[in-house]
Every structure is written in structure tokens, then in C-alpha cells.
């Protein structure tokens, strides 16, 4: 079973940073990209970040390039979402998942406030 578990969320100020955790499980880590999305209230889930299988390759939506910084850990099965400079509209519900199972975990709420 394809399972994807975030963490690390919380309340942070603006220009804060955070570090999202997600652990995986159920499939062949090497075998597939990783990406994150985030929600917001009352918006449509949005692309993030992505990572290809080999670590090397990584893609950023253009609203958090040169922020956000995307990792993956195979030893772990686990990927990370560093968050530098954080911003109010960075406030959403953070998501991992996978280009080959593009499942949902609960996610991990991430709100940015003074």
C-alpha cells in the first residue's frame, strides 16, 4: 500500500523557514519522481516542487524558486521541503507525492504570520 506522510508544519513568522519531512512507503523509492503541492484555503491544490529519481534534476513553481529548496533521501525513503524567506501566501496545506502513484497523505499544515 502506497502510503506518503508528511510532517514538520507549524506556525512560523514571516521570513521564517521551515523543513517538511515526508516518509514513504509501498513502492521502490528509486523508481519514481517526488513532488510537493500545497492548498490553500478556498484555492485549488498547486505544484510545488519536484525531484527526479536520480536527486539530480529538481523543477520549482516559479512562486517559490530561489526559496524553496526540494531533497531526497534514499537511504531513508524519506523526501524534504527546506522553506527559506517564508511568505503569508506561502500559509496552505503542504502534500508529498509520487509522478508513478499520485496518492494523497494527510498532509502538514504550514502558516506563515506575524
Known amino acids: 500500500q502506497v502510503q506518503f506522510v508528511e510532517s514538520g508544519g507549524g506556525l512560523v513568522q514571516p521570513g521564517g523557514s521551515l523543513r517538511l519531512s515526508c516518509t514513504t512507503s509501498?513502492?521502490?523509492?528509486?523508481?519514481?519522481?517526488l513532488k510537493w503541492y500545497r492548498q490553500a484555503p478556498g484555492r485549488e491544490r498547486e505544484f510545488v516542487a519536484r525531484?527526479?529519481?536520480?536527486?539530480?534534476?529538481?523543477n520549482y513553481a516559479d512562486s517559490v524558486k530561489g526559496r524553496f529548496i526540494m531533497s531526497r533521501d534514499p537511504a531513508k525513503k524519506m523526501t524534504f521541503l527546506q522553506m527559506n524567506d517564508l511568505k503569508p501566501e506561502d500559509t496552505a496545506v503542504y502534500y508529498c507525492t509520487a509522478d508513478r502513484y499520485p496518492t494523497w497523505g494527510q498532509g502538514t499544515q504550514v502558516t506563515v504570520s506575524s
Open positions: 509501498g513502492f521502490v523509492f528509486g523508481t519514481t519522481a
Open positions: 525531484i527526479d529519481e536520480t536527486g539530480r534534476r529538481k
